[in-house]
């Protein structure tokens, strides 16, 4: 197998390969697309959680849900404290809707309700 690199090197093939293990090799470039996976509901959250606050400018208290729609893309509905308060019961808090797209990236956000701590839920 070291024969075959060297002579691939030498008469200049720009083909890379890896061995699967058992012996047979195959081409990087369908490797490298199977190893290319759907983004997960965790880790659109991972996602959510690093890189949000830095767009927003405050932290994510929390997630409050997450769902794919029908294009494939994440929504990922967090809740952020946007003014701190003294009793924290009286803190007013923001549930924004963080939309992902199929790769990963930061797409989108809306606030969709702005409410106080302590406010009990209508629904």
């Known amino acids: ?48 959680r690093e890189e949000f606050p830095d767009l927003l400018g405050r932290p994510v208290e929390s997630v409050l849900g997450v769902q794919r729609d029908d294009d494939g893309e994440w929504q990922v509905m967090v809740q952020v404290v946007e003014l701190g308060r003294i009793p924290s019961s009286t803190d007013v808090l923001g549930a924004y809707v963080v ?4 790769d990963g990236e930061l797409t989108g956000y809306q606030r969709r309700r702005r409410y106080v701590r302590s406010q009990a839920d209508e629904d």
């Open 1 to 48: 197998m070291a024969e075959q690199q060297r002579n691939r090197t030498r008469t200049g093939s720009r083909r890379t390969t890896r061995s699967n293990g058992s012996g047979a090799e195959s081409d990087s470039s369908s490797s490298r697309s199977a190893t290319r996976r759907r983004l997960s509901a965790a880790d659109a959250v991972r996602r959510v």
């Open 99 to 102: 939309n992902l797209g199929e």
